[in-house]
């Protein structure tokens, strides 16, 4: 029976065809993606705390509406990717367990600090367009759950990207006060978000047999590549500068050549020393604690209606 569904698998992604949630597939895959996809679960959750940081400190009553939607849209995909996750056989409690623990990851990009009102529209810009590149091939990764989550979140995510957009663009339309936030706010942002796309090709352990099994789509080098090639025109709009004096267009490989990255800075991110790490786990921490109460409260309830029905 194994070896007919190893086969039925094998036949699924040779045909770039879809995996559902019933049907047989390879323990390590079905581990690939528990790992990305609840550390992507939890990155929309942790992502959460940078921006309600400025919720309360909004320039405007409309800054403040639009902030709160985007914030409320993370939790939804938070919430919409662990339950695609749930699908894998994992409960909501152990992602959470895992989390809390600081057993799991999530993005390297949430432990930075947000300093000024234009890191809102720089993360928008930047991360959420880091964030898009990265996910709109995973649209059509192979197990069905995911990119299905993916269809809705990029849509979102989008209009996300626009959004921060639009806050440096209103900034860089202002005062000379102005236009330098925004400048600063970009050239804090900008490697971090290169950095959310991964280590570099020859140092990324997963990525292979990802990209066999058709999960990931193309390489960390290569969306990062592409994502570059995003922003230079759009920074031109903007009239921002992106704060790498070595990014030059490569007539021969048709692709920008970038400056180095500063992967000792990520290495020290990823192993917990980034500079808003301990900050951010607290917080979750007791976020989770404060909201026992109304898990209890739920169960509680839930318990009581079934002994209703049964009674
Ligand atoms: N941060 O072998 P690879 C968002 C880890 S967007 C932390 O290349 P893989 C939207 C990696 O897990 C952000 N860890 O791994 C938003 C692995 O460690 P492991 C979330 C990283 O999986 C916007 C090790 O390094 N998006 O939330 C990072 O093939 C604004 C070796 O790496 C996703 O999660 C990193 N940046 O490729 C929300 C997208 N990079 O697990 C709020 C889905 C690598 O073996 C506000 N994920 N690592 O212990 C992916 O596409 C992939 O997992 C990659 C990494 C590309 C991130």
Request: glycine share 6%; with cysteine.
């Amino acid at each position: 029976e194994e070896a007919a569904g190893r086969e039925r698998f094998d036949d699924l992604i040779a045909a770039d065809s879809r995996v559902e949630p019933r049907d047989w597939m390879p323990d390590d895959y079905r581990r690939t993606l528990i790992r990305q996809m609840s550390q992507h679960a939890n990155s929309e959750i942790i992502g959460m705390q940078p921006e309600a940081n400025w919720i309360t400190r909004a320039p405007s009553l409309k800054r403040k509406a639009i902030l709160m939607a985007k914030v409320q849209d993370e939790a939804g995909h938070g919430l919409y990717l662990y339950s695609a996750t749930q699908t894998l056989g994992i409960t909501r409690d152990e992602m959470t367990e895992q989390l809390i623990a600081g057993k799991a990851r999530y993005s390297s990009i949430f432990n930075y600090p947000t300093v000024s009102w234009a890191d809102m529209g720089a993360i928008g810009w930047l991360v959420d367009g880091a964030a898009i590149c990265n996910q709109v091939p995973l649209c059509r990764a192979s197990y069905a759950p995911y990119g299905r989550a993916m269809v809705r979140i990029c849509k979102e995510e989008s209009f996300h990207q626009r959004q921060g957009f639009e806050i440096l663009l209103s900034l860089m339309r202002g005062t000379t006060a102005q236009q330098q936030l925004a400048q600063d706010a970009v050239n804090r942002w900008y490697w971090p978000s290169l950095m959310m796309f991964g280590p570099p090709d020859d140092d990324s352990p997963n990525s292979a047999r990802s990209m066999a099994w058709k999960i990931k789509r193309f390489s960390n080098d290569e969306l990062r590549q592409r994502f570059v090639g995003m922003l230079v025109p759009q920074a031109e709009v903007l009239g921002v500068t992106l704060p790498d004096p070595d990014l030059r267009w490569n007539e021969e490989r048709q692709a920008y050549d970038l400056g180095p990255i500063d992967w000792t800075e990520f290495n020290e991110v990823l192993s917990g020393r980034g500079p808003c790490n301990a900050q951010r786990m607290q917080r979750r921490r007791e976020a989770h604690e404060d909201g026992r109460w109304v898990r209890e409260a739920a169960a509680a309830y839930a318990a009581k209606q079934s002994g209703r029905v049964a009674a």
